[in-house]
């Protein structure tokens, strides 16, 4: 226990430690420091990290808290960048979820699953899928480290968003302490004699909690909707000339609701890769080409556009998308690839599909990416647009980043993108930047071991840190102009600002009912 805390903070850890014993009660300044700290940026240091593992040891710890007009502020996987998890108030309790890892309840009749928030998403599919199951969506690529409880309460996006959109939409209820200690449950679940087998019961409270960055509960246990696991599984791949032949591509494959996931990369992501097509990269498209056909006339058909194509085409393609979709049987398969390959062909060119058969195989890959290739710091900055607006967006980004061209490469900061589509109907973009700059503590921790030796070593580079952060908030700024929504609002989002002034005041009110002395995770979404 530290010597310079206050009598107050003294007694508050002491309750702690009989409530959760010792161990789990962490004061340590190290400790401290991880976990208020996320890939990106570092809050305030927290009184103490505490590690529940029940409902109940929630309940009181928050009592305890509010008795002392302590802030709680929950942690998952800690995989997230925009302070969603960091204190902003110093002296707060900081909640990590990690022991709250059990599946309560596998209700294979009913087709639901209760688990604590602190399973990893990579633990549940792993687990269903010996009972041939999945949840609708399953999981973001971090899905080794991103818990089910930071994943509702940031919510986010990948396994199965193309057919299933984000990953609060496959919730059917979830078990929530309030800051005043109190327990509820929603849905039909938090009905008399109810079980978690249906979100629709009046008003959608299981809606309140999802991307509420701890702001209105903190979540304990969670019900998530059950669906058998599709035995097969096909990936494409088409290369595009340009930007605006990518999203067009992108935005009509998403209208046919078939696709698993999706992805796109920029040049700067994919490295150039698809640009150094030769004879044997064609000869691999064909072959992909005629493999996922749905016969020889089809085969035939396809391998006849593609030479039509002709491989300076091909040659041309600095832009890539991914997709994956999955069916019941081969045949099933082979019909969603050909949909998606007629919808793609006017805009692009058919390549391997190596990166979504790698991206299957792999849906949970360690968490290479807090640094680039080159050993630099990462981060990115994400909007949701609706389709007719990427392009409008775009042109803004594009004039941003050549306002500021000479002054990154003086810095020596690059950039690249991202982008998904939603379900059918939404647009991802996810500018990216890569600067040289020392590691913080939670990047060296969530590195595979040895992969860091691996990696050239920078000096702190505070004065390109600055300007990547004066460069994500006028993205975000670029973002709100166009109307795009965000995940992971955390503390980052400008959530609040512009929002309609009645709308805005039944977001206050809804905090205040729940949290009236603002305890829950301050400063999240903006309140």
């Known amino acids: 226990m530290n010597a310079e805390l206050r009598p107050a903070s003294s007694q508050l850890l002491g309750q702690l430690e009989a409530l959760l014993g010792k161990e789990h009660v962490l004061t340590d300044a190290t400790e401290r420091a991880f976990y208020s700290t996320d890939i990106y940026h570092a809050g305030e240091l927290p009184l103490a990290v505490v590690r529940p593992s029940s409902t109940a040891d929630v309940a009181q710890l928050v009592q305890l808290c509010a008795a002392n007009g302590v802030a709680v502020v929950p942690?998952?996987?800690?995989?997230?960048?925009?302070?969603?998890?960091?204190?902003?108030?110093?002296?707060?309790?900081?909640?990590?979820?990690?022991?709250?890892?059990?599946?309560?309840?596998?209700?294979?009749?009913?087709?639901?699953?209760?688990?604590?928030?602190?399973?990893?998403w990579a633990k549940l599919n792993e687990a269903l899928a010996t009972k041939g199951l999945r949840t609708p969506f399953y999981g973001p690529f971090s899905g080794l480290a991103a818990t089910v409880g930071g994943s509702l309460s940031q919510n986010s996006v990948t396994w199965g968003t193309g057919v299933f959109g984000v990953s609060g939409e496959t919730t059917l209820g979830v078990e929530v302490v309030l800051a005043n200690g109190e327990t509820i449950r929603t849905g039909s679940w938090g009905a008399a004699n109810g079980v978690p087998f249906l979100r629709s019961y009046g008003p959608d409270l299981t809606g309140?909690?999802?991307?509420?960055?701890?702001?209105?509960?903190?979540?304990?246990?969670?019900?998530?909707?059950?669906?058998?696991?599709?035995?097969?599984?096909?990936?494409?791949?088409?290369?595009?000339?340009?930007?605006?032949?990518?999203?067009?591509?992108?935005?009509?494959?998403?209208k046919e609701g078939l696709n698993l996931t999706n992805f796109g990369l920029d040049p700067a992501l994919q490295q150039g890769q698809l640009g150094k097509?030769?004879?044997?990269?064609?000869?691999?498209?064909?072959?992909?080409?005629?493999?996922?056909?749905?016969?020889?006339?089809?085969?035939?058909?396809?391998?006849?556009?593609?030479?039509?194509?002709?491989?300076?085409?091909?040659?041309?393609?600095?832009?890539?998308?991914?997709w994956i979709v999955d069916g019941l049987d081969d045949a099933s398969c082979r019909a969603a690839v050909a949909r998606l390959r007629s919808a793609l062909?006017?805009?692009g060119a058919e390549v391997p599909a190596t990166v979504p058969t790698v991206a299957n195989a792999m849906p949970f890959m360690?968490?290479?990416?807090?640094?680039?290739?080159?050993?630099?710091?990462?981060?990115?900055?994400?909007g949701i647009l609706p389709f007719s607006r990427v392009a409008a967006f775009r042109e803004e980004l594009s004039a941003y980043y050549a306002a500021h061209e000479?002054?990154?490469?003086?810095?020596?900061?690059?950039?690249?993108?991202?982008?998904?589509?939603?379900?059918?109907n939404a647009f991802l973009y996810e500018p990216v930047f890569?600067?040289?700059?020392?590691?913080?503590?939670?990047?060296?921790?969530?590195?595979?071991?040895?992969?860091?030796?691996?990696?050239p070593n920078y000096a702190d580079n505070p004065e390109g840190r600055a300007l990547v952060d004066?460069?994500?908030?006028?993205?975000?700024?670029?973002?709100?102009?166009?109307?795009?929504?965000?995940?992971?609002?955390?503390?980052?989002?400008?959530?609040?600002?512009?929002?309609?002034?009645?709308?805005?005041?039944?977001?206050?009110?809804?905090?205040?009912?729940?949290?009236?002395?603002?305890?829950?995770?301050?400063?999240?979404?903006g309140l």
């Open 277 to 322: 097509a030769d004879a044997a990269t064609a000869i691999q498209s064909a072959l992909a080409v005629w493999k996922t056909s749905r016969g020889v006339l089809d085969g035939l058909s396809q391998l006849a556009k593609m030479a039509f194509a002709g491989r300076g085409f091909l040659k041309g393609a600095v832009f890539s998308a991914h």
């Open 406 to 424: 000479t002054e990154m490469a003086r810095l020596k900061i690059r950039y690249g993108a991202m982008f998904m589509t939603v379900s059918t």
């Open 470 to 525: 004066r460069m994500k908030h006028g993205i975000a700024d670029i973002f709100q102009r166009h109307g795009a929504a965000h995940l992971q609002i955390g503390k980052f989002y400008p959530y609040m600002r512009g929002r309609e002034p009645q709308t805005a005041k039944l977001i206050r009110d809804l905090k205040h009912l729940v949290d009236p002395q603002r305890r829950l995770n301050p400063g999240s979404l």
């Open 208 to 254: 309140l909690f999802m991307g509420d960055c701890g702001a209105l509960g903190v979540k304990t246990s969670v019900a998530l909707r059950l669906m058998p696991r599709n035995t097969h599984v096909m990936g494409l791949s088409f290369g595009f000339r340009s930007f605006e032949a990518m999203s067009a591509g992108m935005e009509a494959a998403a």
């Open 366 to 382: 360690p968490l290479y990416n807090v640094r680039s290739p080159l050993g630099e710091r990462w981060v990115p900055v994400h």
């Open 345 to 347: 062909q006017p805009h």
């Open 75 to 120: 942690r998952g996987g800690g995989a997230s960048y925009t302070d969603g998890y960091a204190p902003a108030e110093a002296g707060s309790v900081s909640i990590d979820t990690s022991r709250m890892n059990r599946i309560l309840e596998l209700n294979e009749r009913d087709m639901y699953v209760v688990v604590q928030v602190g399973v990893t």
């Open 434 to 455: 890569y600067w040289q700059d020392g590691y913080n503590i939670t990047q060296e921790r969530l590195l595979p071991e040895g992969y860091q030796a691996t990696l």
